[in-house]
């Protein structure tokens, strides 16, 4: 187990909505990530925050914005959800921004419809 | 989005024999690191590599960071039905610290 948790572990959204996902980070790390995994590929870099500040984007639109709060947990929000959102959110932690080793949560499982 | 060139796609093979697979980029990269990752959970981290050429073990699996820093490689040795899952090798490099990430490699382990 690697200490990072993300909630809710599953959840079904209706095209338009907004959705809000959630990560605890692992002890001691200061560092948080977010991928879009869709079935059958692997991770996409969504954004990464480092002591509440954005360091890294990826290539997602602007409906894809996150926060980083003071004991380094983290959100991913998603506005005007479309279809093709419909993925595994994973959150990953790590002790500094340079990114040593990233630890996953079990992810979040988001369902479009 | 860009994404590592990780081969074979899957693998079918019998307890006790040995696996390889690799990934291959056209960016250099600064660090590369395995995981598996099982239905319905996040990647675990197997192994992190840091500089070009290292050779680091975890057991029964091994992993290498290619010279050219554009390739890495992972055995894993008397395979078992356990190590069953999906590999992914992912690499980091410049100032993004984003991971990029290979399309998997799916094992299967006939007991």
């Known amino acids: 187990e690697t200490g990072v948790t993300q909630s809710p572990t599953h959840l079904i959204k209706t095209r338009g909505q907004q959705v809000t996902l959630r990560c605890s980070s692992q002890?001691?790390?200061?560092?948080v990530s977010w991928y879009q995994q869709a079935l059958g590929q692997g991770p996409q870099f969504i954004f990464q925050?480092?002591?509440?500040?954005?360091?890294g984007r990826g290539n997602f639109p602007p409906r894809f914005s996150g926060l980083q709060f003071p004991n380094y947990s983290s959100e991913l929000n998603v506005n005007a959800l479309e279809l093709d959102d419909s993925a595994l959110y994973l959150c990953?932690?790590?002790?500094?921004?340079?990114?040593?080793?990233?630890?996953f949560g079990q992810g979040t499982r988001l369902t479009v419809v | 989005g860009q994404q590592l060139n990780q081969s074979p796609q899957s693998m079918f093979i019998q307890e006790g024999e040995d696996v390889s697979m690799n990934c291959t980029s056209s960016?250099?990269?600064?660090?590369w690191l395995w995981y598996k990752q099982e239905p319905g959970e996040g990647p675990v981290l197997l192994i992190a590599?840091?500089?070009?050429?290292e050779l680091t073990s975890n057991g029964r699996l091994t992993a290498q960071f290619g010279i050219t820093r554009k390739d890495s490689f992972l055995n894993i040795s008397a395979s078992i039905p356990s190590d069953v899952g999906i590999y992914f090798c992912?690499?980091?490099?410049?100032?993004?610290?984003?991971?990029?990430f290979g399309k998997g490699t799916l094992l299967t382990v006939n007991p």
């Open positions: 990953a932690s790590s002790q500094d921004m340079s990114g040593t080793e990233a630890f």
């Open positions: 002890s001691g790390h200061n560092t």
């Open positions: 925050y480092y002591r509440e500040e954005k360091n």
């Open positions: 960016s250099i990269f600064n660090t």
């Open positions: 590599l840091y500089k070009a050429g």
């Open positions: 992912a690499g980091r490099g410049g100032s993004n610290y984003k991971l990029t």
